[in-house]
């Protein structure tokens, strides 16, 4: 994007009536954000969907200088940017029609052909909540997954933490610019988050961690990822609303259930009761839903190598599929006296270390 067209799309950005899908209809119809100011009002009146009102202001000089500033701002701290039409804007994203038009990025990030998934819930994080979600990423680890989330207290942090322990690229998506991080004491984790993923935000430098801000940033963690996962939530939380925008997308949305009792899982209960989100005990839950292959070392000294590294419950159950050919997950756990959450993670760490498969119809064989 040249130095002009930045400019104009920040110029575009800071109209005040202007919002994501406007100014996709503006872009559509003139071609270019710097088009946009080469035409006349009256056109672009006309816009179906635009009207009078939504262009008020749109060509007063506040909002080049304003868009100059930012751009100074972004060179001086060599911030990058990315165009919602350009090839390195999420591609998920790009299917959201509210969708921001410009996104400034920090850090490592590389999206190309990777599983991204979102990890999100209460900032108020039990110990429940937080040994769920450390063994979630490491079991789901050795696919690559990029886990995205919000860099906030609680359920962001310890699924962020998490993936950095495991070598997985992480993003924080922020309620603000990239002259400041929120809250301020996770200062300390941004270089090891840089490290190995980054930062995205649609948030000029001039804005704060204000509470529509954070509205609007959840629209990005819900729409940049394949599916959101909510490892805890009370009744009401912003994590709700982040499920509710991940279903309006159309994109799958999973919720660990809990105690009915239990304040910080009634969000969670809720969703599942509501059918509005997969119930998920279990890693391989993930790994079912959205159809994800795991790559598979076939060599014969390979697998004596990883046979010898199985725990009791596993070599039960490849013994039992050995001998008994393609089951059913609920036979196994009959049949090997296991119970049946614990037999879902079984099978998905034997997935991963190549024994078995799963095959059409939640079956299973041993290889």
Known sequence: MTENELITTLRLQHAPYIGAITAKKLISNCGSPSAIFEDKLQSLQKIDGVGSFKLKGLFDAEHREAAETEYEFIKKHSIECTYFMEPDFPAYLKHCIDGPILLFKRGNIDLNNKRIISVVGTRQITSYGMAFCEEFIELIAPLDPIIVSGFAYGVDICAQRAAIKHDLQTIGCLAHGLNQIYPKVHD?????????????????????????????????????????????????????????????????????????????????????????????????????????????????????????ELDDNEKSIYSYLQKNGKQLLDSIALECRIPVFKVSSTLLNMEMKGVIRPLPGKLFEAI
């Not at 394949?226 to 009370?234: D, G, L, Q, Y």
């Open 188 to 308: 300390k984790f941004i270089p090891d988050v840089e490290k190995n993923g980054g930062f995205f935000t649609e948030f000029w430098s001039t804005s704060n961690p204000d509470r529509e801000n954070f509205l609007k940033r959840n629209r990005i963690i819900a729409g940049m990822s394949e599916a959101t996962i909510v490892i805890e939530s009370a009744e009401k939380g912003g994590s709700l609303v982040t499920a509710d925008i991940a279903n309006s997308y159309d994109r799958e949305v999973f919720a660990v259930p809990g105690r009915a009792q239990d304040k910080y899982s009634s969000g969670c209960n809720n969703l599942i009761k509501q059918q509005k989100a997969h119930m998920l005990t279990s890693a391989a839950d993930l790994v079912y839903h959205l159809g994800w292959e795991i790559e598979k070392k076939e060599s014969k000294a390979v697998q004596k190598q990883l046979f010898v």
